[in-house]
């Protein structure tokens, strides 16, 4: 049999089974989009709303890495672990979106705005 | 009832009640009345009290002890006073709890070993025993006890301290009601036009009214004190406070320099005669390892009674008949080195030491051995004597004691201060010796000459009182020097009376005339009869005017019982007449000058005519004092027909052993024969002295009217013939000025040295010292101001810098954070990834 030729990366992707990789990748991409939409929103809700998709890209990490049906051998996921980290996350994500909403309406009620870069009180 | 325990009781409240009224005083005085008006009846009632219990105690007195006129020959009639004494001693045992001590009286009851027979007071006489003086003695309190030295509040009681405390309360009684008028001044402010301030203006002070009183109070309660002290430590605590007393009232108007040097010198002078007492008080304590003047008894646990001989019983023990003998204490004291032998040859068996020692004491006694120790501890009472009593050579504070106010000088002349020292000296006369005696007799009659000759021709009303007060004190002093005990004694309270009475005399003149100066007075007879005439009682008493054999004047029978015993003496004692006629001279030379004074002050016609208008006679709360002490002053040297008398009171008190008189001596190398009291009542002495007496102060008198009077004489002219005496006597014989150079002088000199050398060297030292350390402390300021603070500086402003240039970075814009942070984060990771890459790999 013939040694098969070096794949090329996104072939493989598409062409190997479903593993871990291919959740990282899609943590990834939440990841990058929430930065993204964290850098570029200047609407105060828009900067949560990254937040929240940073916060689940990581968040599908732990959850593919404490999957016994991904992992090469079993012994190597992080079993239950992960999937509590997850869970502590979207708890403090929701008391963390709490708190914000209510600086956000505070702030509203102050500067009748909800424009972060209107938010420089704190500037040195 | 029972005077044993009674007579402390009334005397202890007596002494005390003066001390409450100045602590009140001393703290509430500004509170009462306004300017404190009402402290004079404080210390007023307080006197009061005094008195009144002083005279019942003088009652309990007679009731337990009847004073009997003596028989002239052996004093064979105190069988009856001796019975009581007797009655009262066998009454003293059932009062334990006061630990009580022996009556002398009872000696012999309680010492069955001196005599040996128990009934013995009963036929004493028949024995031909010695006349012993009742007494009750005893202790308050203890201050301190330890060794052998042990300091108490005791008191020791004879009709000495009774008669004392009625005489001394009743004068401070009668100047304390003066007082309350004649300070009146003081109870607004006062402007002393005898203080001229910096600014050209008289000093302007608040009145002083209950601070007058207030040391009043205290004066009267440290002389009872004395009067009523049961031992010499607290003689001396007692005699201490009447000095600061003093000083307190002779400095009452302490913003005129004359008042307060006058202060101070008594004081320093005083310091000079308690020097000596302090010496004398070492010496008895030393030898003999007590001070208290009677024996005291101590029951033991066992209810055996121990006796401790007192000084009294130390010196003139009942073996020898009450005859004065130097002690065992101060005889092995002499023979220190002996006594170290003996105890050294019998170091194993103490008790046989102390007999053998014990054994040679009268040897050693034979041989002399300690009477040079009996000598100093006299000679170092009567020291002190000297200085509270005004002698030759420390009389030169009383004249200038005139710087207080008027009735303090009364009080200071008659009953306390300087009747202290007389007092002392009669107290602890059963322990001098012949040769002190015979100090005593002539430092009194170089007194008594000295200052009667300066008050000849004084011209200040309070000085020519003052130094006759001094010349007085000369003759109580020369009278005890002669061994007459009573005379001198006697010679004190009658003249505490008199003289008392002439110095509030000269006080309402002074208060009328407001100036003390005689030759601005006269003819004041007129304007103040209460005055003038009270005083030429005074002056008939002080003089010993009297008709001779019947009747006179308090000072008759005082002066004359010295005279005679002064006549005795010399009779006795052929080189010493010149002491009689320093008495006899004395006499003449005080009848001069006493009236003198009185003719120039009330009689004639007013030489200052300002002054004679201004005068008045002074209010009724001043003169009542004047009558009844005048009225004392005519009646104190009278007995009634039962015997009751000053001097027959006196004769109670006598020492044991001193009623037959003494020989002896050795430091003069001659005998000396002081012959008994009684001696001089017999007919040949006693018509002598009285003539003598009338006879001097009658030429006296008559010389005085010649010259202030009748005109007949001019004093003028007599002080132009004798003019070097008369300057010389009005310099005060230059007694001032010689101790002035002697000391006071090389004193001034030494303190200026001393100043000298001080500013001169020790200043400059730590001046230098100073210098250096300010330039040093100049560096350091230098070194700590440029390099520490610098340095602190320095970091402060970089991290105020970094700070500024920090700042920059809090742009406050959350987007620019947010990718700082992820940023960050990659980097991070990646960096991480990069290091760690190989185990991740792996």
Redesign the interface.
């Known amino acids: 049999m013939m040694p098969a030729p070096p794949p090329v990366l996104l072939a493989l992707f598409v062409t190997e089974p479903v593993s871990v990789a291919h959740y990282l990748v899609v943590g990834a991409i939440l990841f990058t989009a929430g930065v993204a939409c964290m850098a570029t929103k200047r609407n105060a809700l828009g900067v949560l709303m990254g937040i929240e998709l940073v916060l689940n890209g990581a968040n599908v990490n732990f959850v593919a890495f404490a999957s016994p049906y991904l992992a090469a051998d079993g012994a190597r996921s992080l079993g239950l672990d992960g999937q509590a980290i997850a869970l502590f996350v979207i708890l403090l994500a929701a008391a963390e979106a709490a708190v914000a909403l209510a600086i956000t309406l505070n702030f509203y009620n102050n500067h009748a705005t909800v424009d972060v870069d209107r938010a420089d009180d704190l500037k040195g | 009832m029972d005077p044993a325990a009674q007579l402390p009781l009334l005397l202890g409240l007596a002494w005390l009640t003066p001390l409450a009224s100045f602590v009140a005083i001393l703290f509430f005085g500004p509170r009462m009345g306004s300017h404190g008006r009402n402290a004079a009846w404080v210390a007023t009632a307080a006197i009061v009290t005094s008195l009144v219990l002083s005279l019942t105690a003088f009652v309990v007195w007679l009731g337990a002890h009847p004073v009997t006129a003596p028989a002239h020959g052996h004093g064979d009639s105190h069988g009856e006073a001796h019975a009581a004494d007797h009655a009262a001693a066998a009454a003293d045992g059932e009062h334990a709890a006061f630990r009580q001590v022996a009556l002398r009286a009872g000696d012999a009851a309680a010492l069955p070993g001196a005599d040996g027979h128990g009934d013995s007071d009963h036929n004493a006489e028949a024995h031909g025993e010695p006349h012993l003086p009742a007494a009750y003695a005893g202790d308050w309190y203890t201050l301190y006890e330890g060794g052998r030295l042990k300091l108490s509040i005791g008191w020791y009681i004879d009709a000495l301290t009774v008669l004392m405390f009625v005489v001394v309360t009743f004068i401070a009684t009668c100047i304390h009601v003066y007082a309350s008028g004649y300070m009146h001044d003081e109870l607004h402010d006062v402007t002393d036009h005898e203080v001229t301030l910096a600014d050209g203006h008289h000093l302007h002070r608040p009145g002083r009214f209950p601070r007058f009183f207030q040391a009043l109070s205290l004066f009267c309660f440290s002389m009872l004190g004395i009067v009523i002290a049961g031992n010499l430590a607290m003689v001396f605590i007692f005699w201490e406070l009447v000095g600061i007393c003093s000083w307190f009232l002779i400095g009452f108007y302490y913003e005129r320099k004359s008042a307060s040097t006058a202060a101070n010198k008594a004081f320093i002078v005083n310091r000079v005669g308690d020097f000596g007492m302090l010496i004398g008080l070492m010496a008895l304590w030393g030898a003999l390892g007590t001070l208290s003047f009677a024996d005291s008894t101590a029951v033991g646990p066992d209810g055996h009674e121990t006796v401790t001989p007192g000084l009294f019983s130390l010196f003139r023990p009942a073996e020898t008949g009450h005859a004065l003998q130097v002690p065992d204490g101060m005889v092995t004291a002499a023979a220190a080195s002996e006594v170290a032998t003996i105890a050294a040859d019998h170091a194993a068996t103490p008790a046989d030491s102390a007999s053998e020692i014990a054994a040679r004491v009268p040897g050693w006694r034979e041989a002399g051995l300690g009477r040079w120790l009996l000598v100093i501890a006299g000679l170092g009472i009567f020291c002190g004597c000297v200085g509270k009593s005004a002698q030759f050579p420390l009389f030169v504070w009383l004249p200038d004691a005139m710087e207080g106010p008027t009735p303090v000088s009364a009080l200071v002349h008659s009953a306390t201060m300087v009747a202290a020292g007389v007092y002392l000296v009669g107290r602890f006369f059963p322990v001098l010796s012949p040769d002190v005696l015979l100090v005593i007799a002539y430092a009194g009659a170089i007194t008594l000459f000295i200052a009667a000759t300066i008050a000849l021709v004084a011209n200040d009303i309070k000085r020519v009182l003052a130094y006759s007060t001094v010349s007085q004190l000369g003759y109580m002093m020369l009278a005890l020097g002669v061994g007459g005990w009573v005379a001198g004694l006697f010679h004190l309270v009658t003249h505490a009376f008199f003289k008392s009475l002439l110095f509030l005399c000269s006080g309402s003149v002074i208060h009328a005339c407001h100036t003390n100066d005689m030759r601005k007075m006269g003819g004041l007879i007129k304007v103040m009869p209460w005055t003038g005439y009270t005083m030429l009682v005074g002056c008939l008493a002080i003089i010993g005017a009297g008709i001779p054999f019947v009747i006179g004047f308090s000072g008759y029978y005082s002066k004359d019982s010295i005279l005679a015993q002064a006549l005795s003496f010399s009779q006795a004692n052929p080189s010493h007449t010149i002491l009689y006629w320093a008495v006899a001279g004395g006499a003449f030379i005080t009848a001069f000058y006493m009236f003198r004074l009185w003719f120039m002050t009330f009689m004639g016609t007013p030489r200052d005519h300002h002054v004679a208008e201004h005068a008045h006679e002074s209010p009724n709360v001043m003169v009542t004092p004047l009558v009844v002490l005048a009225v004392l002053a005519v009646a104190a040297g009278w007995a009634l027909p039962g015997g009751l008398g000053v001097a027959n009171l006196l004769e109670q008190a006598r020492p044991a052993g001193t009623a037959e008189g003494m020989t002896g001596g050795f430091a003069f190398g001659q005998r000396l024969v002081f012959p008994a009291e009684h001696e001089s009542h017999v007919g040949a002495v006693h018509v002598t002295a009285t003539t003598t007496a009338f006879a001097t102060a009658l030429a006296g008198v008559v010389l005085a009217a010649a010259m202030y009077l009748w005109r007949l004489i001019s004093p003028a002219g007599v002080a132009t013939v004798f003019r070097p005496v008369y300057a010389f006597l009005a310099g005060r014989w230059y007694f001032d000025e010689l101790y002035d150079v002697l000391f006071v002088k090389p004193t001034l000199g030494i303190a200026r040295l001393a100043s000298g050398i001080d500013r001169g060297l020790i200043d400059k030292l730590i001046d230098g010292l100073a210098w250096t350390a300010r330039r040093l402390a100049g560096l350091d300021a230098w070194i700590d101001k440029t390099v520490v603070d610098g340095l602190v500086n320095a970091t402060a402003n970089a991290t105020w810098n970094a700070g500024l240039k920090?700042?920059?970075?809090?742009?406050?814009?959350?987007?620019q954070y947010?990718?700082f942070i992820?940023v960050g984060t990659v980097a991070l990771f990646v960096l991480a990834s990069l290091a760690f890459r190989s185990s991740v790999a792996g």
């Open positions: 920090m700042r920059a970075v809090q742009t406050g814009r959350l987007r947010v990718m992820v």
